[in-house]
């Protein structure tokens, strides 16, 4: 073919034309492949097609939340954090960032904390979830909620599900042995405009003493 001057073949393609889709094509290539490799890591309970791909649309899933079994239909796409708010009305966990930086979505996944917002729902089938909502009631509120009352842990309290979630996974970690280092420590992924650290890390340490023995 004949070069043109402005560098695109006759027949009206280029070599950047060219590039361009190639990256296109590997792109979309890699995004198959990973959504692929989540589908044959998962096992049961994720649904896939002949070619044992799930979704781009809607798929049937079951998540275990709280101690229960909770069906839905979720696109592969959408997170943990979206699934919980939008479609299991657990609200507790707080979109904020959406980036993993604040810790106000942080929830427990097998009982280790993790941010909502960087997790896929389809990744989470097969685990154990823990929201707030799961941690304690109004009539028996864990300790550590017990404690954030008593020492005005929150002020706008957006931020607070969040902090309860690692604090809690603080006490029930360490016990009676949770220092003031280990409180800032499992809290470090957390973040509080209105500035109430002092006080979550006294209730901190209160709920952890309580919690001798458990």
């Known amino acids: 073919m004949t070069q043109r001057p402005d560098g695109r073949e006759e027949g009206g393609f280029s070599r950047r034309t060219l590039l361009k889709g190639a990256g296109a094509t590997a792109a979309a290539g890699a995004l ?43 696109e592969p796409r959408r997170t943990l ?13 707080k979109r904020v960032c959406d980036r993993g ?4 979505c942080t ?18 089938v ?17 300790p550590v909620q017990t404690a954030f009352r008593k020492y005005d842990a929150l002020q706008c ?27 800032r420590a499992s809290t470090c992924g957390n973040l509080c405009r209105c500035g109430t650290y002092p006080h979550v890390i006294a209730a901190t340490l209160e709920a952890a003493a309580s919690e001798e023995g458990k």
Not at 101 to 104: F, L, M, R, V, Y
Not at 108 to 122: F, N, S, T
Not at 175 to 182: N, R, Y
């Open 32 to 74: 198959g492949g990973a959504v692929e490799a989540l589908a044959q890591d998962a096992g049961p309970g994720l649904p896939a097609n002949a070619s044992g791909i799930a979704g781009p649309g809607p798929v049937p899933m079951t998540l275990r939340v709280n101690g229960g079994e909770r069906k839905l239909d979720v």
């Open 81 to 93: 954090l979206d699934a919980l708010r939008g479609d299991l009305d657990l609200t507790g966990a």
């Open 101 to 104: 930086t604040c810790g106000a």
């Open 107 to 124: 929830i427990w996944l097998d009982g280790e904390p993790v941010y909502a917002c960087m997790v896929l729902a389809i990744e989470a």
């Open 126 to 142: 097969g685990s154990e979830i823990t929201t707030i909502e799961g941690l304690g009631t109004p009539d028996a509120p864990h």
């Open 157 to 183: 309290g957006f931020c607070t599900p969040g902090f309860v979630m690692s604090c809690a996974w603080a006490t029930k970690t360490h016990g009676a042995e949770l220092d003031d280092a280990g409180v």
